[in-house]
């Protein structure tokens, strides 16, 4: 996939000279629908003397504009405000001013993002409320948003917790990629572009610490190996304390301990071949990643099977019921090691009137994972970790053609993966009580389920081919229109094995009736599947676009596109004898009809930009997660509600009235509910009484002992995880100042965001809604010409007290456990270019 590439076209050199070689960071956000303003990294000799630089500065003043910002989505070189397009746009030092150095933090300048994740493995990354279910990872569906990096799709959503690593820009798109992109995604594209290898030496550096024990570096050397030849190498290494204490083991949980390298290779042997070699490694290895008490809810279990009285039946008592303590005292191992790397070729070959690119790619993911899935400081789930191993391969063609009037970009694709996974889940002495009916003498046993252990086996093989074009046909000077075409095939297949085994590692079988086997399977039930799925789907999709005067331009597009079908890898349900159901082996499709338009603007003399959009987003068999509320039996699988809508605007704002101060507002509003869903799992509060038989009413949410219903119809309901308003703003202002001796500017910067309620469960709950917040980050430092950058910085400013998601315990007993957000950190960066 072709990057987005960022030119400054104005204003004055001198001006790139003293802003540009430290990148200020306000000014370094730039978007095609909120186009801010953003002074690319430049190389530029240091002004003679202070003097000089404020004349100069003055001079320019009468051309200070936002910028002029080109771009090359549509495989060709336009400015951003022509693109027919809703994209934004962040450049790589408005990433390290604000400590945006991965997904998760970039959501806080991109309010259309949305990123949620209790571990690299469960993380979801969404745009305008749409790509992924909610919920557990399935390995058996694909992404709905892109991630993407130099070109190379990135299956495993796991890398979006990375970091950053040599980063140029980043690039959020919105709405159905499939006629130009290798891979097909439905909600819109994540792709970073990192600096490429140089034929002049460069080389830069940056270190920061801060509080809990934040240390971070950051370097990068480039420069040529001969005429012909010449290597980028970066790194990254990032270490922080854990946020949440665990009082049993003694340690710090939910840190960070990240490592980053990167190394290119660029062979142009003449001014029309290009072929780049480039190799990365990514490790996480951090206690990670706890999920502690935040509140209980009635549910419709007995009260003797609710968290009160199960936690008091064993003398437990949590170690705080406020989660702002930041405690825990589960008991189980926590870890997240994550390693992903890979290597690519990509080769750029200009033929005539045209352009062949070549895209070669392998990648690796290796998941560790150890987790506490009861949450709690009691021995009920004493290990559960699923590792997994992934590779794919593949391989993007694409031949792009332009003149005068017409431009065209055709293309093939092929892609496939195979993920293995060995999981263990295993109960502990406390497991009898919990899961056990109190009545029964059996839950007084902790030899039952004590040593109770499920291994899991399976594997995915997945494969996908398509060809994809797009045309652009420029009816007269102000009205061009835009047809795009793909077609796609998609295979999975699927094996999973669960086997299960008593304390004294004796087999559980569905022969045997005594009433201990049939309490162990009650946790956990083996089973084997062997789901499948393969189909065709064509999409296409229509834009006109036209240009109402110099800087007013008006788009509409529509596309009908798919999201490839699926299966269920993690087990399938199962009926009231426990044998698998197997028409849920696969799930259907997304059928996707997507309006969009827009309006792009710029005003006062280019000093403003305000761009406008209006989306909406039809699906058929929209691919939802299901949860059990069994521990162990079935934690979540997929199926298809039957429809989903998600349709909003946006606004984006930004001013530039002088080369001392910058601003920028953008926003967005998001309605993204079920149009129908009748038969969705029920949240907490009607769960877990007696199932209602025909002719029967459901108790009232909450009821001790009553009946629930077998499902629930959540139709016009909220799609979890979205919120109906979010905003990002900031600005900053600068002066020239000398410092140590050093001509430069001081510089004070502001970057803010907000976010509005949202559900944290599949099917909405009263107890499961995320307050909305507001998170506040100032900076202020000094930077010269020469590319010295010094900033001290303060993120959630005012300690804003928020959580990241929320999450119904397993056995519907009430309690709900959460991921609160970081509290305020500070600190010192470092920064220098040479």
């Not at 699906?619 to 298809?640: C, E, F």
């Not at 020469?786 to 959580?803: H, L, M, P, Q, T």
Request: net charge neutral; glycine share 8%.
């Amino acid at each position: 996939m072709t990057s987005l590439a960022l030119r400054r076209a104005r204003p004055a050199a001198v001006l790139s000279a003293l802003l540009c070689s430290a990148a200020p960071a306000a000014l370094a956000q730039t978007t095609a629908l909120a186009q801010t303003t953003a002074l690319t990294q430049t190389a530029a000799p240091a002004a003679e003397n202070h003097a000089a630089v404020v004349a100069a500065v003055a001079e320019a003043a009468d051309s200070t504009t936002v910028g002029e910002i080109t771009v090359t989505a549509r495989r060709r070189e336009e400015t951003v405000q022509d693109v027919p397009l809703a994209v934004s746009v962040v450049a790589g030092d408005k990433v390290d001013a604000t400590g945006a150095f991965n997904v998760g933090r970039l959501q806080q300048l991109a309010p259309t993002l949305q990123y949620y994740s209790s571990n690299p493995r469960n993380t979801a990354v969404n745009i305008r409320g749409l790509g992924v279910p909610f919920g557990l990872t399935s390995d058996g569906f694909e992404q709905g948003v892109g991630f993407y990096v130099d070109d190379v799709y990135y299956a495993r959503v796991a890398s979006a917790t990375l970091d950053f690593l040599d980063v140029s820009r980043i690039e959020v798109l919105r709405g159905p990629q499939g006629t130009l992109y290798g891979k097909n995604t439905t909600a819109g594209a994540v792709n970073i572009t990192t600096n490429q290898p140089t034929f002049d030496f460069e080389a830069k550096a940056e270190v920061s610490f801060g509080n809990l024990d934040f240390k971070q570096a950051k370097a990068a050397v480039s420069g040529p190996l001969s005429d012909t030849l010449a290597a980028r190498f970066a790194v990254s290494t990032t270490t922080r304390r854990g946020t949440i204490y665990n009082i049993t083991s003694r340690q710090w949980a939910n840190g960070q301990d990240n490592l980053g390298l990167r190394g290119q290779v660029l062979y142009r042997p003449n001014d029309d071949l290009a072929i780049t070699l480039a190799a990365d490694y990514n490790k996480q290895d951090a206690e990670c990643c706890a999920q502690i008490f935040v509140r209980t809810g009635a549910t419709q279990r007995p009260l003797n099977r609710q968290y009160a009285a199960l936690a008091a039946a064993q003398g437990y008592t949590v170690v705080s019921t406020n989660p702002f303590d930041r405690l825990t005292d589960v008991d189980a191992n926590l870890n997240a090691g994550n390693e992903i790397g890979g290597a690519s070729v990509r080769v750029v070959w200009n033929l005539g009137p045209g352009t062949l690119t070549s895209v070669t790619a392998w990648r690796y993911w290796d998941w560790k994972p150890e987790n506490d899935r009861d949450f709690l400081g009691l021995p009920i789930v004493t290990k559960s970790q699923n590792p997994s191993q992934q590779d794919q391969y593949s391989q993007e063609l694409r031949y792009n053609y332009g003149s005068e009037r017409l431009d065209v970009v055709v293309g093939a694709f092929a892609f496939k993966q195979r993920i293995d996974t060995q999981g263990t889940e295993q109960h502990g002495p406390a497991s009898s009580r919990w899961n056990i009916n109190p009545t029964s003498a059996l839950a007084n046993d902790p030899t039952v389920l004590d040593g109770l252990v499920a291994r899991n086996t399976q594997f995915l093989k997945n494969t996908s081919f398509a060809l994809f074009g797009q045309a652009s046909w420029k009816v007269n000077d102000r009205f061009t229109i835009q047809p795009g075409v793909r077609l796609n095939y998609d295979k999975k297949e699927g094996y999973y094995e669960r086997l299960v085994f008593d304390g004294q590692g004796l087999p559980v079988l569905f022969s045997q009736t005594d009433a201990r086997k049939v309490a162990q399977r009650g946790v956990f039930a083996p089973q084997v599947s062997a789901p499948e799925f393969s189909d065709w789907n064509f999409s296409y999709d229509l834009t006109a676009s036209y240009a109402f005067a110099r800087e007013i331009r008006g788009y509409a597009t529509y596309a009908k596109t798919f999201k490839t079908g699926g299966i269920n890898q993690n087990g399938l349900p199962t009926d009231t004898a426990g044998n698998p159901i197997l028409a849920a082996g696969s799930i259907k499709p997304e059928d996707v009809d997507h309006f969009e338009a827009g309006l792009k603007t710029q005003f006062w003399d280019r000093r403003a930009t305000l761009n406008l959009a209006a989306y909406r987003t039809d699906i058929k068999d929209y691919q939802a997660t299901v949860t059990n509320g069994q521990l162990g039996v079935l934690r979540g699988y997929l199926a298809n509600a039957g429809k989903v809508r998600s349709q909003g605007f946006e606004f984006d704002f930004s001013v530039q009235p002088s080369e001392r101060f910058t601003a920028y507002v953008n926003g967005a509003y998001v309605d993204a509910t079920y149009r129908k869903f009748v038969d969705a799992p029920c949240p907490p509060e009607l769960s877990g009484g007696t199932t209602v038989a025909a002719g029967q009413t459901p108790s009232a949410p909450g009821t001790p002992g009553g009946l629930s219903p077998a499902n629930c119809d959540i139709s016009g309901q909220r799609l979890p995880g979205v919120s109906k308003w979010s905003f990002s703003f900031g600005a900053e202002a600068n002066f020239p100042s000398t410092f140590l001796g050093r001509e430069g500017e001081v510089y004070l910067g502001y970057d803010g965001s907000y976010r509005s309620n949202f559900s944290s469960n599949a099917s909405p709950s009263i107890y499961t809604w995320v307050d909305g917040y507001s998170l506040s980050s100032f900076r202020v430092g000094f930077r010269t010409p020469e590319g010295i950058n010094v900033f001290g910085w303060v993120r959630n400013a005012f300690d804003e007290k928020y959580f990241e998601q929320l999450a119904v315990g397993p056995s519907n007993t009430g309690l709900i456990a959460g991921q609160p957000g970081d509290p305020r950190t500070y600190g010192l960066t470092l920064k220098a270019a040479f």
